[in-house]
């Protein structure tokens, strides 16, 4: 019986000990590929973006702030989100910059609103009714 204890213990400890870290380094090499590269590439992305941004470039900002660049510093920018409202943000808070097409579409949104007719009020006693209903009263 010690003979056999023996032999069992034997061959567990003749198991490779890469058959068992195996599984914690497929677990890192699965972390690497769907975690950590995606957010790096987005990260240089950002980077990117925020370096290649030029005076006359129509940005978003990541609050959601549209406005046209009117200068650039090292460190920050001078945004234009009204006429004669310049805003200054830094390179940072840039969330992208709108393409050509884009900026098509958003100027023909915008000039589609302003043109619209203001509605009338609403008038609460003609919906229940009409004059009938206020002379009950």
């Known amino acids: 019986m010690i003979a056999a204890?023996?032999?069992?213990?034997?061959?567990?400890?003749?198991t490779n000990p890469l058959v068992s870290l195996l599984p914690i380094l497929l677990i890192g090499v699965v972390f690497y590929f769907?975690?950590?590269r995606p957010q790096r590439m987005k990260q240089r992305q950002q980077?990117?973006?925020?370096r290649n941004v030029e005076?006359?470039?129509?940005?978003?900002?990541?609050g959601g702030l549209?406005?046209?660049v009117k200068e650039v510093d090292e460190d920050s920018?001078?945004?234009?989100?009204?006429?004669?409202?310049?805003?200054?943000?830094l390179r940072s808070a840039i969330g992208r910059k709108l393409l050509p097409e884009e900026e098509?579409?958003?100027?023909?949104?915008?000039?589609e609103d302003a043109h619209d007719e203001p509605t009338p009020?609403?008038?609460?006693?003609?919906?229940?009714?009409?004059?009938e209903a206020g002379a009950a009263r």
């Open 47 to 50: 980077q990117e973006l925020t």
């Open 5 to 14: 204890l023996h032999v069992i213990a034997q061959a567990k400890t003749t």
């Open 66 to 68: 549209y406005g046209i």
């Open 55 to 62: 005076e006359g470039d129509e940005v978003i900002t990541i």
């Open 121 to 131: 009020p609403h008038d609460a006693e003609k919906d229940s009714g009409g004059e």
């Open 34 to 36: 769907l975690l950590i």
């Open 104 to 111: 098509e579409e958003l100027d023909a949104d915008l000039g």
């Open 77 to 89: 920018v001078l945004l234009e989100v009204a006429p004669g409202t310049e805003l200054r943000f």
